[in-house]
């Protein structure tokens, strides 16, 4: 079902692009209603014929072509499921499109946007993470926790490199959210020489 609406976000030509990152949020309020959330998006908020189920939220509504670093990603609106008000912003790379380019220049945009990440920190693949390895990059800016995330599950993300001049593939994300969703921490990434420190 999830493939079937995503097919649908992209097929649907009539949403206006979306340019950059502030245009995604710029006008929304945490704990606003979906209805809300349309009315000032106008045509370039696309209703989906499902909501989209995210565990503690649902997503009604999506911006397609949202631009990061010249980088087109899909908005989804997610709002809380017993309050209905509006709980994160979520930009996603469809997986298709997520390559070392678009890693770079998503990071190198939030960094111009935003400066020096507050916080950085990831997962290094292995067995007991079924060879994914994840990197976390945190901004806090006026009272919002912007927070890009790097997943790959390919082999070559063995070799550790997590920097944004290397790149992940598989899963780029951004999430934008009040500090009272996300605190803006996150368990720092081992340095090479703590890995291999004796145990």
């Given at each position: 079902?999830r493939?079937l609406i995503?097919?649908?976000i992209v097929?649907?030509?009539?949403t206006?692009?979306?340019e950059?990152i502030?245009?995604?949020?710029a006008?929304?309020f945490?704990g606003e209603s979906?209805e809300?959330v349309q009315?000032?998006?106008?045509?370039r908020?696309f209703?989906?014929?499902?909501?989209?189920d995210?565990?503690d939220?649902?997503a009604?509504l999506?911006m397609?072509?949202?631009l990061?670093?010249?980088?087109p990603m899909?908005?989804y609106?997610?709002?809380?499921?017993?309050?209905?008000?509006l709980k994160?912003?979520q930009l996603?790379?469809p997986?298709?499109?997520?390559?070392?380019?678009?890693?770079r220049?998503?990071?190198?945009?939030l960094?111009a946007?935003?400066?020096?990440p507050?916080v950085?920190?990831?997962v290094?693949?292995?067995?007991t993470?079924a060879?994914q390895?994840s990197a976390e990059?945190v901004?806090?800016?006026?009272?919002?926790?912007?927070?890009?995330?790097?997943?790959?599950?390919?082999l070559?993300?063995w070799?550790?490199?997590?920097?944004?001049?290397?790149g992940l593939?598989?899963?780029?994300l951004v999430?934008i959210s009040?500090?009272?969703?996300?605190?803006?921490?996150?368990a720092?990434?081992?340095?090479p020489?703590?890995?291999r420190?004796p145990?």
């Amino acid at each position: 079902m999830r493939a079937l609406i995503i097919a649908a976000i992209v097929l649907h030509a009539c949403t206006a692009q979306a340019e950059g990152i502030d245009d995604a949020w710029a006008g929304t309020f945490w704990g606003e209603s979906p209805e809300a959330v349309q009315r000032h998006f106008g045509a370039r908020g696309f209703a989906l014929p499902e909501p989209i189920d995210f565990g503690d939220s649902y997503a009604p509504l999506v911006m397609r072509d949202v631009l990061v670093g010249d980088y087109p990603m899909i908005a989804y609106y997610q709002f809380d499921k017993t309050t209905r008000g509006l709980k994160r912003i979520q930009l996603e790379r469809p997986r298709h499109m997520v390559n070392a380019g678009a890693f770079r220049g998503v990071y190198l945009a939030l960094d111009a946007d935003f400066g020096v990440p507050a916080v950085s920190c990831g997962v290094l693949p292995g067995p007991t993470t079924a060879f994914q390895g994840s990197a976390e990059y945190v901004w806090n800016r006026g009272g919002t926790v912007i927070r890009a995330i790097f997943r790959d599950t390919t082999l070559e993300a063995w070799g550790g490199c997590y920097s944004p001049a290397c790149g992940l593939t598989a899963q780029l994300l951004v999430r934008i959210s009040p500090p009272a969703e996300d605190k803006g921490m996150c368990a720092p990434l081992p340095t090479p020489a703590q890995l291999r420190a004796p145990r």
